[in-house]
């Protein structure tokens, strides 16, 4: 059984992300479509707040090859 977790806006998980290890990401796009991706977690990745108060994470999307940011709410699981 794996580790997981939801991340809510306004809260800084970063301190439970695992530097280098694969994980998986699932998040609703803008347009509604859900998208559920594998992951890691590099000195390049954070979780942060946008200038109009949306809760952000940037992370490296191991599918398409490049950082991705999943906006508002996600859920990660190792």
């Known amino acids: 059984m794996g580790l997981s977790y939801a991340i809510v806006p306004y809260i800084?998980?970063?301190n439970?992300?695992?530097k280098d290890k694969t994980f998986r990401i699932t998040y609703?796009?803008?347009n509604g479509e859900t998208v559920t991706r594998f992951g890691k977690w590099t000195?390049?990745?954070r979780v942060w707040t946008s200038k109009i108060g949306s809760a952000l994470m940037t992370y490296y999307d191991?599918?398409?090859q490049g950082y991705r940011t999943a906006k508002n709410s996600w859920?990660?699981?190792y």
């Open 12 to 14: 800084t998980e970063r």
């Open 16 to 18: 439970n992300m695992i």
């Open 28 to 30: 609703k796009k803008s």
């Open 43 to 45: 000195d390049k990745c």
């Open 62 to 64: 191991l599918d398409a």
């Open 75 to 77: 859920q990660v699981r």
